[in-house]
């Protein structure tokens, strides 16, 4: 095999390999955010299926929602506040 295409494989499976762990990423985040849908529909009512590598994303995400929530709560009020009557 000639060194330009064994660079060439190389650098293809180089870019296979970060559109994999892309794919990977993503697939994960749907994944939590599929659970966490799940628990507010009421759908699932325990995670005892669960890992607990997943269990520790699940719970940062329900943490960072309600962050999200509190913050838009407080914008929400200040608006409130903040109008002439």
Same mark, same amino acid.
């Given at each position: 095999?000639? %060194?330009? &295409? =064994?660079?060439? /494989? &190389?650098?293809? *499976?180089?870019? +296979?390999?970060?559109?994999? &762990? !892309?794919?990977? $990423?993503?697939?994960r985040e749907l994944e939590i955010k599929l659970i966490v849908c799940d628990?507010?529909? +009421?759908?699932?009512?325990?995670? %005892?299926?669960?890992?607990?590598? *997943? /269990?520790?994303?699940?719970? @940062?995400? *329900?943490? =960072?929602?309600?962050? &999200? *929530? $509190?913050?838009?709560? =407080? !914008? /929400? $009020?200040? @608006?409130?506040?903040? =109008?002439?009557?």
């Open positions: 095999m000639l %060194d330009d &295409e =064994k660079t060439i /494989l &190389e650098q293809q *499976i180089a870019i +296979g390999t970060a559109r994999l &762990e !892309e794919l990977r $990423r993503t697939n628990l507010m529909l +009421g759908r699932r009512n325990n995670l %005892d299926d669960l890992t607990m590598d *997943i /269990l520790q994303d699940v719970r @940062m995400a *329900i943490v =960072k929602y309600c962050l &999200e *929530i $509190r913050k838009r709560i =407080k !914008e /929400l $009020r200040s @608006m409130d506040f903040s =109008k002439p009557t």
